[in-house]
T-cell receptor, first 112, second 114 residues
Framework: GDSVTQMEGPVTLSEEAFLTINCTYT??????LFWYVQYPGEGLQLLLK?????DKGSNKGFEATYRKETTSFHLEKGSVQVSDSAVYFC???????????FGQGTELSVKP | EAGVAQSPRYKIIEKRQSVAFWCNPI?????LYWYQQILGQGPKLLIQ????????DSQLPKDRFSAERLKGVDSTLKIQPAKLEDSAVYLC????????????FGPGTRLLVL
């Protein structure tokens, strides 16, 4: 069945460092890909999404490109801030019923 | 626009007791999802409704879990009887029509079974 694999955390970075969180997927058909973020004490929020191959999703300085040839959707940010500390989830949505299939999450901690 | 509402936010029960969670989706959203998020894992779909019909309940433990969405709006998820392994956060999400659209999540209900 469909699945998502993320790099394990926790990831600890200093402020202004470059961030990459790896995400790969296995799916039949052509899923949409998402990154959700969960800030401490809050619910899941959509960070960005891409619906077809080579699409780039971007939001709040974060970017991810849908790479069909490598089945990847890696999250990047050029300069992280303390306020980016959160848990990040990669997910795919199949083109059947639309349910989300999540990776296990990657905890990011940014130190000043 | 109001977001997805859930209650209660926290619940502590003993094993073999029953518990119910409530969700009110964003107004006008036809699709409603219940996910279970065990500590350290990503959310896993329990059940998906389209209006008041069930689209996918393949991962719902039907011997103890039940869910309904009366009138295609609010939904309740019930566990009876609860087991220790049901300790998790139960997330409700909604989307306008479903298929590959953005899902909006509520704050979740954190359940602890002792």
């Amino acid at each position: 069945g469909d699945s998502v694999t993320q790099m394990e955390g926790p990831v600890t970075l200093s402020e202004e460092a470059f961030l990459t969180i790896n995400c790969t997927y296995t799916a039949t058909g052509y899923p949409s890909l998402f990154w959700y973020v969960q800030y401490p004490g809050e619910g899941l929020q959509l960070l960005l999404k891409a619906t077809k191959a080579d699409d780039k999703g971007s939001n709040k300085g974060f970017e991810a490109t849908y790479r069909k040839e490598t089945t990847s959707f890696h999250l990047e940010k050029g300069s992280v801030q303390v306020s980016d500390s959160a848990v990040y989830f990669c997910a795919l949505s199949d083109n059947q019923g639309g349910k989300l299939i999540f990776g296990q999450g990657t905890e990011l901690s940014v130190k000043p | 626009e109001a977001g997805v509402a859930q209650s209660p936010r926290y619940k502590i029960i003993e094993k073999r007791q029953s518990v119910a969670f409530w969700c009110n989706p964003i107004s006008g959203h036809a699709t409603l999802y219940w996910y279970q998020q065990i500590l350290g894992q990503g959310p896993k779909l329990l059940i998906q409704f389209q209006n008041n019909g069930v689209v996918d309940d393949s991962q719902l433990p039907k011997d103890r879990f039940s869910a309904e969405r009366l009138k295609g709006v609010d939904s309740t998820l019930k566990i009876q009887p609860a087991k220790l392994e049901d300790s998790a956060v139960y997330l409700c999400a909604s989307s306008f029509r479903g298929l590959q659209e953005t899902q909006y999540f509520g704050p979740g209900t954190r359940l602890l079974v002792l």
